[in-house]
T-cell receptor
Framework: AQKVTQAQTEISVVEKEDVTLDCVYE???????LFWYKQPPSGELVFLIR??????QNEISGRYSWNFQKSTSSFNFTITASQVVDSAVYFC??????????????FGKGTHLIIQP | DAGVTQSPTHLIKTRGQQVTLRCSPK?????VSWYQQALGQGPQFIFQ???????QRGNFPDRFSGHQFPNYSSELNVNALLLGDSALYLC??????????????FGPGTRLTVL
């Protein structure tokens, strides 16, 4: 069985601060995918990043960066110089790697990020 | 290029009734997945349709059923509604071939309230 844990229910920071969202996962699969999604108040999930289990290279995209550590089963997400528009609920998700198309995602419970002006 | 669309936006039903939710995938996508998101929780995978057949299923009872049409659009049906079925129902589409084949694009969801 797969499981994703986001221990931080809610984080509140002041604009321009850096913030890290934690994600710990459990899976018996040897190959798998990890994802981060953003859910603004409108409700639509917005894809941020996909990382496969055999690529542990960290990634940076603008103010966003992701730290994947297979040894600790963690896939943390950092926002640098946060902005009010970053306020949303962020979900970490996991899926097996079947190679035959997208598999059902297992989501964590999400972290509600509040950026105060 | 239209993204994933869902209808209706909101729906109110009473216990015991049946409901049908609809989803049109993103252009070029052939796979549709459905998720249930209760308030304050992460989405939970219900099932996935590909080539008009259920390809994968999560831990949901048989009251939840679906269908995929030749144009890849999909329906989610829920029978004998319970109060606990109140949730945001999200549809996601993806494509089986090409790259990236496992990236799921989500629609805006249908908010179902069961009274």
């Amino acid at each position: 069985a797969q499981k994703v844990t986001q221990a931080q229910t809610e984080i509140s920071v002041v604009e321009k601060e850096d913030v890290t969202l934690d994600c710990v996962y459990e899976t018996r699969d040897t190959t798998y995918y990890l994802f981060w999604y953003k859910q603004p108040p409108s409700g639509e999930l917005v894809f941020l990043i996909r990382r496969n289990s055999f690529d542990e290279q960290n990634e940076i995209s603008g103010r966003y960066s992701w730290n994947f550590q297979k040894s600790t089963s963690s896939f943390n997400f950092t926002i640098t110089a946060s902005q009010v528009v970053d306020s949303a609920v962020y979900f970490c998700a996991l899926s097996p790697y079947s190679g035959g198309g997208a598999d059902g995602l297992t989501f964590g419970k999400g972290t509600h990020l509040i950026i105060q002006p | 290029d239209a993204g994933v669309t869902q209808s209706p936006t909101h729906l109110i039903k009473t216990r015991g009734q049946q409901v049908t939710l609809r989803c049109s995938p993103k252009s070029g996508h052939d796979t549709v997945s459905w998720y249930q998101q209760a308030l304050g929780q992460g989405p939970q995978f219900i099932f996935q349709y590909y080539e008009e057949e259920e390809r994968q299923r999560g831990n949901f009872p048989d009251r939840f059923s679906g269908h995929q049409f030749p144009n890849y659009s999909s329906e989610l049906n829920v029978n004998a509604l319970l109060l606990g079925d109140s949730a945001l129902y999200l549809c996601a589409s993806s494509r089986t071939s090409g790259r990236p084949h496992n990236e799921q694009f989500f629609g805006p969801g249908t908010r179902l309230t069961v009274l």
